[in-house]
């Protein structure tokens, strides 16, 4: 029986072992259909970021700020270089391999020019150009409005401080549907 347990333990912690040690984070996979919440912003960038001349060629990129920090993990049987572990992310680029005619842009822009929150469907990936600014980064299949936050147990319509909340503010009806790119 001494054996028995022993043989359990020991695999009980290989199987700890195995798995990342992250705080109270939420951990997801690279490759993962899944919705994130957080606000949209959009940037200027060079797109030649080691080139510090001013006639580098720019370009408008969005970024999600997510409301919690999450932490992502390579998918089963993922390559460690291709898929690095990353922790404590807070910030996502935004990309979207969508035709223009069902391009996400016309929604991260109403949501970048209000600071609404939004929900993105997307699958996360490790970025591998200079192009990528940031080390995680979301293909974005999707984008609708989040409801309000509750806020300390409150009801979002809730009146604080003698004030109403503003209204949700709309963004472009979209039904967008492309198809994430999995390798």
Not at 149 to 169: E, H, I, L, S, T
Request: proline share 13%; with cysteine.
């Amino acid at each position: 029986m001494k054996g028995i347990c022993a043989w359990s333990l020991a695999l009980g912690l290989a199987a700890i072992s195995a798995v990342p040690a992250y705080s109270d984070e939420t951990v997801f996979r690279y490759r993962d259909i899944l919705e994130l919440t957080g606000t949209v912003e959009a940037r200027i960038v060079s797109l030649d970021p080691t080139n510090p001349a001013p006639d580098v060629p720019k370009e408008k990129r969005y970024f999600l700020h997510l409301e919690q920090a999450l932490s992502v993990t390579r998918p089963p049987n993922g390559d460690k270089d291709l898929y690095p572990d990353e922790k404590g992310v807070v910030e996502l680029q935004l990309m979207s391999n969508a035709p223009p005619e069902r391009s996400i842009e016309p929604a991260l822009q109403a949501a970048a020019g209000n600071g609404a929150r939004v929900i993105l469907t997307g699958a996360l990936f490790h970025a591998s150009t200079k192009q990528h600014y940031t080390k995680v980064l979301m293909e974005v299949a999707g984008v609708k409005a989040a409801p309000p936050p509750v806020v300390d147990g409150a009801a979002p319509a809730q009146v604080r401080n003698g004030v109403p909340p503003p209204p949700p503010v709309p963004l472009p009806a979209l039904s967008i549907a492309a198809p994430i790119a999995t390798q």
